[in-house]
């Protein structure tokens, strides 16, 4: 994914737009198809972002509950998912958490930068707790396991073929590393965007890999044995493993740490490992800033039934509507908890599969339509992406070349990176929209794939019925490629103007 990130962050610094990624998209594809794969990205984007939003809500609310499991409380029904009082619990508290978000958004936008911070700091609070004092509590209390379990130990609880089976745990790794995308949704109002916006694709993929990697290392050797994890009941299991490891009284001091964080710092991974921990990206209120830029953008170019409406800013430039429209999204698709919580996965589980499958589509699209063209891209594949990745300056000459000519010979480096990208999300694709456990019945059906074909129908639909001169007329994509990444790349392709 950190490839990814850097074949993103090339040509995010070319065209840094919000709802930057259907324009990367239209531009990848060139003149011919830029207005089909536009509007496909469009609302693929659309459906993942404002999905994220009620996941991580629910995702929080799961924390919460299952501190009802650490202390012995009775629910009426029992705590079990088959229970509609539990489900309808588990339905207001995520509404009101996903109103809380929605309602921090409506703070001064002053104030993000200090609300940032702090959840940057609390973030690092809660990593170092865990790398320090949750290894100490499992020393004290139930061991660690072994270095032979945890790097060579498998377990299949699918039913799958024995590779496909180790094939299904991309699910939740690949799902960590997706959302980087967040910073070129706001490039349009971040300073030097050609620069920064790619930075901050390319140094949150970087960070959440490395710090992923350490916090999934610690806590295979953190966790009870097999027998005990698959038994424990809360909703969220390492509340349990908090409270197992360092004791009851702590670990409501660790569930509310990772409460906040989810809060105000979350990203979108499974919920059965610390999603506070696996952090950086995106955050629920945070992801409500990117994911309002990103619907605005796609409302003012006029991709979205009532397009007027949401593309309308208040007076100091914010895309409110468009945080209403996110929260209302949100507030309808929680309520699929009440039914059937599998409803509800299975629409938490597509929202991951149109953010992949975007990434490998530009990946893609580079590849076969447009490899040798952005080449004035400030964080261009190569030693010009090294050199503004670390600030370094000079040399601009050499790297502006991108490792070759200027058109196209010796782009070797690059054209890897694009395939690579390409395949990697392919699979990832293909695993987010495979049933999880065999053999496939109703009860387990993985309806991702009947949710992203119907979404890519109306984005279809939308591309057919939109007149072309609307939105993303032929002249705008042209002069977008001519500019090759100039500083006049984002007026060129903004869409319709």
């Known amino acids: 994914m950190t490839i990814t990130a850097a074949v993103l962050a090339e040509i995010c610094s070319a065209l840094?737009?919000?709802g930057s990624i259907y324009i990367w998209a239209a531009e990848s594809a060139g003149p011919k198809y830029a207005r089909f794969f536009g509007f496909v990205v469009a609302w693929w984007s659309c459906t993942a972002w404002m999905t994220f939003t009620a996941s991580n809500c629910q995702t929080t609310a799961n924390y919460i509950v299952s501190q009802l499991v650490v202390w012995d409380v009775s629910f009426p029904g029992g705590i079990s998912s088959s229970n509609v009082k539990w489900r309808a619990f588990i339905w207001a508290v995520s509404e009101a958490l996903l109103l809380l978000s929605v309602l921090i958004n409506r703070l001064p936008p002053k104030?993000?930068?200090m609300v940032f911070k702090f959840s940057v700091g609390l973030m690092m609070l809660d990593f170092f707790l865990c790398v320090i004092w949750l290894p100490i509590g499992v020393s004290r209390t139930y061991g660690f396991r072994s270095a032979g379990e945890v790097f060579t130990g498998t377990y299949?609880?699918?039913?799958?073929?024995?590779?496909?089976?180790?094939i299904l745990s991309f699910l939740f790794t690949a799902g960590t590393m997706t959302g980087f995308d967040a910073s070129g949704h706001i490039a349009e109002e971040t300073k030097n965007a050609s620069?920064?916006?790619g930075k901050g694709i390319l140094t949150s993929a970087i960070a959440t890999g490395v710090l992923g990697f350490i916090t999934t290392i610690l806590f295979l050797f953190c966790t009870p044995d097999l027998d005990t994890l698959f038994a424990l009941e809360a909703p969220q299991p390492?509340?349990?493993i908090y409270a197992m490891a360092l004791g009851k009284g702590p670990s409501v001091f660790m569930t509310i740490i990772a409460v906040i964080g989810l809060i105000l710092f979350h990203e979108n991974v499974d919920e059965n490992v610390d999603v506070a921990l696996c952090y950086l990206v995106q955050n629920t209120s945070i992801a409500i800033v990117a994911a309002s830029r990103l619907i605005f953008a796609v409302a003012r170019d006029g991709v979205l039934?009532?397009?007027s409406w949401i593309g309308t800013v208040t007076p100091n430039g914010q895309p409110q509507n468009a945080v209403t429209v996110i929260y209302i999204f949100g507030a309808i698709l929680l309520c699929t908890i009440l039914p059937s919580t599998v409803a509800f996965t299975s629409l938490v589980s597509a929202g991951a599969v149109p953010t992949i499958a975007a990434y490998g589509l530009i990946a893609?699209?580079?590849?076969v339509m447009t490899p040798d063209r952005f080449l004035g891209s400030k964080m261009l594949l190569g030693k010009r992406m090294v050199r503004a990745l670390f600030g370094w300056t000079g040399g601009e000459g050499e790297a502006g070349r991108g490792g070759g000519g200027r058109r196209g010979g010796g782009r070797w480096l690059a054209k890897l990176c694009y395939l690579s990208a390409a395949v990697f999300n392919a699979l990832i694709v293909a695993v987010d929209v495979s049933p999880f456990f065999f053999p496939v019945?109703?009860?387990n059906f993985n309806f991702a794939c009947v949710i992203f074909g119907a979404v890519t129908i109306f984005g279809v639909l939308s591309w057919w019925f939109t007149p072309e001169e609307k939105w993303l007329r032929r002249e705008v994509v042209l002069k977008a490629l001519e500019s090759d990444g100039d500083e006049n790349a984002d007026e060129n392709a903004a869409a319709g103007n």
């Open 16 to 18: 840094p737009l919000s």
């Open 195 to 197: 620069i920064v916006a």
């Open 364 to 367: 893609l699209l580079r590849l």
């Open 156 to 166: 299949n609880g699918t039913g799958a073929p024995p590779a496909w089976n180790w």
């Open 238 to 240: 390492f509340v349990q």
């Open 441 to 443: 019945d109703a009860e």
């Open 111 to 113: 104030w993000y930068s």
């Open 305 to 307: 039934p009532m397009s």
